[in-house]
């Protein structure tokens, strides 16, 4: 069991996905704080944070309610102060964890979670590699049918892992798909469902004759 600092979101953060965050609310501000190296620093903790997508409230305030068991660690890159109590942060998404519960003994105005980092079993991993193959070709097909162009620049990953991370990521699924995929218990189902996905929506498409407008880039979080 590990213990590490929540952030609660009303997104999804993936393994390998960047993360712009401009925290403000006080008491993430003393997170980053605590990250840093300050006067009030927690002993143990590293630059690093766990992000959990909110089920049920909101971001700011004592909105948050409920959030997922699944989440993923957040490894700062760039963090610092861009105006008057106001963190500027890039981290990227990193392992995944299941949050077991709360500890209640820290006495921080945010949450830490007692959590256990989550391996990335690959499943059959021939069946993997043949699924990642459709993805990708799927995900390009999908886009041009759209007129859209890869919200992330470069190359697809080349093992089936970073293949079914990239995916969503690419397809800007809705938080409630994203949260399923990262649940998923291996790689190769969170491949299958991710493709079933696509081919489902394609299939609407079709048989509507429509083709959806393009999604708007979304922006950064704000807390």
Known sequence: MDFL???????VLLPGAPLALQ???PRYVQLMHDLLGGDTRIEGLAPEFGVVAIRRGFEVGEGIRDTHDVGTVARIEQIGLIGTGVFGVIAVGAQRFHLRGLDESVGTPYLTGMVER???????PVRAATLARELVVAVGLHLDARGEELAEPGQPPDDPTGVSY???????LEPQDTQVLLAAPDTETRLGMTLRTIRREAQIED???VTLAPRQAPPSNLN
Do not use: N, Q, Y
Request: without cysteine; negative net charge.
């Open 118 to 124: 989550l391996d990335e079993p690959v499943g059959d």
């Open 207 to 209: 048989r509507l004759g």
């Open 5 to 11: 600092p929540l952030f609660p979101l009303g997104s």
């Open 166 to 172: 990239w995916a969503p990521r690419v397809l800007e």
């Open 23 to 25: 925290v403000f609310e």
